[in-house]
């Protein structure tokens, strides 16, 4: 629970009583820690922010105000929730020493998998309108907030890194998972060739299926959330994690490992979702380079994990002792599901 200090100085931030609203745990992410504040018909979220994973967090309010100053919000479908300002004008707090904030609660569905193609195809088109709609901003004004978030040879590196200076023993079947990783870099050489070729853009960067909330019908995106890391990237990113939470059948942290995979309807509506949504945006290679960015995605979120895994779970949020290793698990089955099917190709 939120401790009781905290609440009395955010309530004086904020100029709200939050003494008078019902706060509990909320949502699925790996990262901050968050709380829905409900009180009659008033909803907020407030989290207390990871400084440990964004260790500068001026930058992503720098990055945040440039949307503010240069974003044709009236352009967009959907909401786009940034955190509020306090009384302070600051959107965020350094309370005792955590780092707090409070962001608009959207009111509707945040989905962890998808069932129907029609969803997928609404969540692509979604996340590339934001990537059309910036298109007219400065690229190089953005900061970037995590250096090298998805430089897929840094975090190979860091990969081999861990494994060599891991506590952990390294045999049996983590042994075979770490091999499986090694003999995957391949895609580490593809992805230098197809970054010398495309240009940058403002990209939201975690584009998981539970950053978007859809109306109670799932027939609309009513909003994009957790805006920390729209910052330089590429367009196979953003259309990549969507493969990699949307195409398949089970999310990152499913155990039902034999029963991962990646689903032709669900990866072909989203690529005309995101062909939609990025309307005459994208260049012939960012077009081209698509298919890679499924593959890419799996494979640098599995060595993520499995990089955590070996440096002691220092990262991501977990349930469990080994769910570090269980999601590099799942997403190297996920990886050669999408293999399999050739979805890693043009
Ligand atoms: C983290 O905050 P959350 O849970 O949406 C991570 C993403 C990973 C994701 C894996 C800042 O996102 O890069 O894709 O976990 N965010 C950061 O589920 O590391
Ligand atoms: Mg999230």
Redesign the pocket.
Known sequence: MIEQSYISRLSTLYNLDFSTFNISLFG?????QTWLANRETQSYIIQKF?KN??KNPGLIAHNHQLLIDHLDFEALDFDFPLPIPNVKGRTLCLVGDEYFRVLPFIEGVCLQEIEQPKQAFLAASAFASLIQVAVPLDVNLFQE??PG??DLELRFSQFIEAREYTRLKISGELAAICEFYLQQSGIVKEYQMWISLLPKRITH??T?I??LIFSADLTKVEAII?L??MMPGYAFNDFG?LV??VSCNLD?NSLDFDSLKVNVDKYQALYEGFLEGSRDTLTKDEIASLHFGGGM?IY??GL??LTDYLNGNI???IKYENQNYD?AKNQMYLLKSLQQLGFNKQ
């Open positions: 699925a992410g790996h990262i901050h990871n994973v964004f907030v995590i978030f998805h960067n975690d998981k539970n950053n957790d920390d890391t994690d990699r939470t990152e995605m640098i979120m993520r994990f990262y991501y949020q999601r």
